[in-house]
């Protein structure tokens, strides 16, 4: 009995004389950074976060990278947050589990991106929370650029339906899928002429990059207007616009110097389908017999005899997008 009341008493003199001890024994426990011990008997946790699928330290556009996290040692039923990220934007986001590696005594995640797509400055970032059985841990990978590559008529491929796709984005009329076709020859002429390049077929980096992030899409100078058509005799372009939205951009040829296209706000008011006997196909009249109509030859400068000649492949859809009282307005 005698010996219990001591035992007491010394627990009471030693909680007064150690408050912030007795305190800590309760106190909750924070995450810890990489490789730290977890304190009160939970598992350290040290992570390591890399990118696979990199050549030269970039991804090649409209790739698929995998992020991939190891977690030492390994303990059952932990979560760790991953962010692949681009500036302050995020590609991918995720919070899976841990699994162990067979026979190891680490665990590991594997993610993997959907395809890249913009430029700018890429890393992955792991965040794991503390836990009862293990400790937090954070981690970030390198960054990484993307590579924008060259392509040429005759290329096909996931890039070259992506570059065609992102043509579509921008207005640019392409019906090409996997292949670099002759539609998107004509669409990379439009984009070129649009944007006051070299005029030719090849789609360099720089054109990728720059549909990529949203650019060089034709600018309506009449985007007020309603359903129109637009023609810039400077640049040998035609464009569809409605709603003060450009919806389609065609490459085509104008008037040449000696029979110039008049310039100029007009009306459609005539529909002539097919050929006719001057070799015009699906013509659409605007002004005392000039019109936009398909021909044989649209070479990338100004040749025609007044009309606004357009690729042939491209007459029947633009014929059949022109209503009779739509206007049409030509300058330089």
């Given at each position: 009995?005698?010996?219990?009341?001591?035992?007491?008493?010394?627990?009471?003199?030693?909680?007064?004389?150690?408050?912030?001890?007795?305190?800590?024994?309760?106190?909750?426990?924070?995450?810890?950074?990489p490789?730290?011990?977890?304190?009160?008997?939970?598992?350290p946790?040290?992570?390591?976060?890399?990118?696979?699928?990199?050549?030269?330290?970039?991804?090649?556009?409209?790739?698929?990278?995998?992020?991939?996290g190891?977690?030492?040692?390994?303990?059952g039923?932990?979560?760790?947050?991953?962010?692949?990220?681009?500036?302050?934007d995020?590609?991918?986001?995720?919070?899976?589990?841990?699994?162990?590696?067979?026979?190891?005594?680490?665990?590991?995640?594997?993610?993997?991106?959907?395809p890249?797509?913009?430029?700018?400055?890429?890393?992955?970032?792991?965040?794991?929370?503390?836990?009862?059985?293990?400790?937090?841990?954070?981690?970030?990978?390198?960054?990484?650029?993307?590579?924008?590559i060259?392509?040429?008529?005759?290329?096909?491929g996931?890039?070259?339906?992506?570059?065609?796709?992102?043509l579509?984005?921008?207005?640019?009329?392409?019906?090409?899928?996997?292949n670099?076709?002759?539609?998107t020859?004509?669409?990379?002429?439009?984009?070129?002429?649009?944007?006051v390049?070299?005029?030719?077929?090849?789609?360099?980096?720089?054109?990728f990059?720059?549909?990529?992030?949203?650019?060089?899409?034709?600018?309506?100078?009449?985007?007020?207007?309603?359903?129109?058509?637009?023609?810039?005799?400077?640049r040998?372009?035609?464009?569809?616009?409605?709603?003060?939205?450009?919806?389609?951009?065609?490459?085509?040829?104008?008037?040449?110097?000696?029979?110039?296209?008049?310039?100029?706000?007009?009306?459609?008011?005539?529909?002539?389908?097919?050929?006719?006997?001057?070799?015009?196909?699906?013509?659409?009249?605007y002004?005392?017999?000039?019109?936009?109509?398909?021909?044989?030859?649209?070479?990338?400068?100004?040749?025609?005899?007044?009309?606004?000649?357009?690729?042939?492949?491209?007459s029947?859809?633009?014929?059949?997008?022109?209503?009779?009282?739509?206007?049409?307005?030509?300058?330089?």
């Amino acid at each position: 009995m005698l010996f219990h009341v001591a035992a007491g008493m010394l627990a009471t003199i030693a909680l007064s004389l150690f408050p912030a001890f007795a305190l800590a024994q309760d106190a909750p426990t924070f995450a810890h950074a990489p490789g730290a011990g977890g304190g009160g008997g939970r598992a350290p946790a040290t992570i390591d976060l890399k990118i696979k699928g990199l050549k030269g330290g970039k991804a090649k556009v409209g790739d698929r990278v995998e992020v991939v996290g190891t977690v030492r040692p390994f303990v059952g039923h932990q979560k760790v947050q991953v962010r692949l990220g681009n500036g302050g934007d995020n590609v991918l986001k995720a919070n899976p589990y841990v699994h162990q590696v067979k026979g190891k005594s680490f665990g590991r995640i594997t993610l993997r991106s959907a395809p890249l797509l913009e430029p700018g400055k890429y890393r992955a970032r792991a965040l794991k929370k503390a836990t009862a059985q293990q400790a937090g841990g954070i981690a970030k990978s390198k960054k990484f650029s993307l590579k924008f590559i060259d392509l040429d008529p005759g290329d096909r491929g996931p890039a070259v339906a992506l570059f065609n796709d992102l043509l579509r984005d921008e207005g640019y009329y392409d019906t090409d899928g996997h292949n670099y076709g002759s539609h998107t020859e004509r669409a990379v002429l439009a984009f070129r002429k649009v944007n006051v390049m070299d005029r030719n077929f090849n789609a360099n980096p720089e054109i990728f990059k720059l549909l990529a992030e949203g650019k060089g899409a034709f600018v309506p100078k009449y985007g007020g207007s309603g359903k129109h058509v637009e023609v810039d005799i400077s640049r040998q372009v035609m464009a569809l616009v409605n709603d003060g939205e450009t919806q389609y951009v065609f490459h085509v040829s104008t008037g040449a110097p000696a029979t110039p296209s008049d310039q100029g706000t007009f009306t459609f008011y005539l529909k002539d389908p097919g050929y006719n006997s001057e070799g015009m196909y699906y013509s659409v009249y605007y002004n005392r017999g000039e019109a936009t109509h398909g021909y044989a030859s649209v070479p990338d400068y100004n040749a025609s005899h007044g009309c606004i000649r357009n690729p042939i492949p491209d007459s029947v859809f633009i014929y059949n997008w022109i209503d009779l009282g739509d206007e049409m307005h030509v300058y330089a």
